[in-house]
């Protein structure tokens, strides 16, 4: 059970991280204030404090629940047996980084994440280094016959997918255009494999 499943445990810290989500998302880590986030949470701002000891503690505890979530959702789409290899790699990616272009509060929430390096130390680093190994992994494991080989491995079409993915992420109007985007890169890479 990971940090963050132990922060969702308890209604009153989940309630208070799911609202802290929206006002980092609106404001950023600069401009919140608990008072901001107690009031959009429904508790007094002691209580707040008794739950988290300072701002710099309620940020890290909703941006690894972010990272997290994330995370774990990617991993259901690779574990889905009901879905091809390559839907499985759209709907994984989608899971972890599509969620990202739909709206305003999430393009904003985004951008926070990739840029609170002063607030999360390495725990963004660390976050897409998990999230591209369980993708090599992934590929490894259910690659169809012929897409790998000695000259094209899976972290190979990882690096390939996971760079272009981040980019992406930025650069789609949609994550509709985000997921189709990802499926002709694979298909780029199935033709190149042949």
Same mark, same amino acid.
């Given at each position: 059970?990971?940090?963050?499943d132990?922060? @969702?445990?308890?209604?009153?810290?989940?309630?208070?991280?799911?609202?802290?989500?929206g006002?980092? $998302?609106? @404001?950023g880590?600069?401009?919140?204030?608990? #008072?901001?986030? +107690?009031?959009?949470?429904?508790?007094?701002?002691?209580?707040?404090?008794?739950?988290?000891?300072?701002?710099?503690?309620? @940020?890290?505890?909703?941006?690894?629940?972010?990272?997290e979530?994330?995370?774990?959702?990617?991993?259901?789409?690779?574990?889905?047996?009901t879905?091809?290899? #390559?839907?499985?790699?759209?709907?994984?990616?989608? +899971?972890?980084?599509?969620? @990202?272009?739909? %709206?305003?509060?999430?393009?904003?929430?985004?951008?926070?994440?990739?840029n609170? #390096?002063?607030?999360?130390?390495?725990?963004?680093?660390?976050?897409?280094?998990?999230?591209?190994?369980?993708?090599?992994?992934?590929?490894d494991?259910?690659?169809?016959?012929?897409?790998?080989?000695?000259?094209?491995r899976a972290?190979?079409?990882m690096?390939?997918?996971?760079?272009?993915?981040?980019?992406?992420?930025?650069?789609?109007? %949609?994550?509709?255009e985000?997921?189709?985007?990802?499926?002709?890169?694979? $298909?780029?890479?199935?033709?190149a494999?042949?």
């Amino acid at each position: 059970m990971s940090n963050a499943d132990v922060e @969702y445990d308890d209604p009153k810290r989940a309630a208070v991280l799911d609202a802290a989500v929206g006002v980092f $998302g609106r @404001y950023g880590f600069q401009k919140t204030s608990m #008072e901001l986030v +107690a009031k959009a949470a429904g508790i007094s701002r002691p209580g707040l404090y008794l739950l988290f000891a300072n701002k710099e503690q309620l @940020y890290r505890a909703t941006m690894q629940g972010v990272m997290e979530r994330a995370q774990q959702g990617m991993e259901a789409r690779f574990a889905d047996g009901t879905l091809s290899f #390559e839907e499985r790699i759209v709907a994984g990616l989608d +899971a972890l980084m599509g969620q @990202y272009i739909d %709206t305003q509060l999430a393009r904003d929430l985004n951008e926070l994440l990739e840029n609170s #390096e002063p607030q999360l130390g390495s725990m963004f680093h660390d976050y897409q280094e998990r999230a591209r190994a369980t993708l090599s992994a992934h590929i490894d494991a259910l690659a169809p016959p012929g897409l790998l080989d000695a000259e094209l491995r899976a972290d190979d079409v990882m690096d390939v997918l996971f760079a272009a993915a981040l980019t992406w992420k930025s650069t789609s109007a %949609t994550r509709d255009e985000f997921r189709d985007r990802i499926r002709r890169a694979l $298909g780029l890479i199935r033709r190149a494999a042949a």
